[in-house]
């Protein structure tokens, strides 16, 4: 039984992380313009928040998943506005200067793309929903099932998670050699561009919906 949960839960956390919105697409920014390791630290706080998510809604905390649905508005306007912002720093990122740094800084910086990745992550709290909808679909977790059986679950939530953003890590380090600065210069635009994008429909869709 702990085993299936497992499984199970590494299957929701892989198939959770593959939709390449703004966060897949920082990580294989920050993979290109910083190294497989950062990508990868990166992708493991995009892992650590989908897996806080995973708690909430393994545990049917019940209350929280009804103040999200009523605050939704908020927290959608709050986190297109850090996407929009992200975007614009990576945009106008010299690739010279961000390599200076990343030499400068070694391994001393993976903490902050660990910390910044996971807050951008738990800045959208709705995901939450999701991992809902997939623990039913699963048929992963009932009101019979016991609290250590529940931790099997998150823990494959997290080892999905962190095994996606490996995969997609080092697939993208082995083109890695082949960007040069200009090439890079211009992945900074490309990528801060649609990370801007992403960040102004979440808002704009709250008014179309309105």
């Known amino acids: 039984m702990e085993l299936e949960l497992l499984i199970k839960g590494i299957l929701i956390g892989f198939l959770a992380s593959m939709p390449l919105g703004p966060i897949g697409i920082l990580c294989i920014q920050k993979t290109v313009s910083k190294g497989r390791i950062p990508g990868f630290i990166s992708g493991v706080g995009a892992?650590?928040?989908?897996?806080?998510?995973?708690?909430?809604?393994?545990?049917?905390?019940?209350f929280v998943?009804?103040?999200?649905?009523k605050q939704q508005l908020y927290f959608k306007i709050i986190g297109g506005a850090f996407i929009i912002i992200l975007g614009f720093k990576i945009f106008f990122t010299n690739p010279v200067k961000q390599i200076r740094q990343q030499r400068k800084k070694k391994n001393g910086g993976l903490f902050a793309d660990y910390i910044s990745v996971f807050l951008?992550?738990?800045s959208n709290p709705s995901f939450i929903l999701v991992?809902?909808?997939?623990?039913?679909g699963f048929n992963l977790i009932s009101s019979n099932t016991s609290?250590?059986?529940?931790?099997?679950?998150?823990?494959?939530v997290f080892l999905g998670?962190?095994?996606?953003?490996?995969?997609?890590?080092?697939?993208?380090?082995?083109f890695r050699k082949k960007f040069r600065l200009k090439r890079i210069w211009w992945m900074n635009k490309i990528t801060g561009g649609v990370i801007i994008a992403f960040g102004l429909l979440a808002i704009l869709s709250l008014v179309i919906h309105i």
Do not use: P, Q
């Open 161 to 174: 998670a962190s095994s996606w953003w490996f995969t997609l890590t080092s697939i993208i380090n082995l």
């Open 47 to 62: 892992a650590t928040a989908d897996t806080v998510f995973a708690i909430f809604a393994g545990l049917g905390v019940s």
């Open 120 to 122: 951008l992550t738990l």
């Open 131 to 136: 991992f809902i909808a997939m623990f039913t």
């Open 65 to 69: 998943v009804a103040f999200l649905e």
């Open 147 to 156: 609290l250590i059986l529940v931790i099997f679950a998150i823990l494959g």
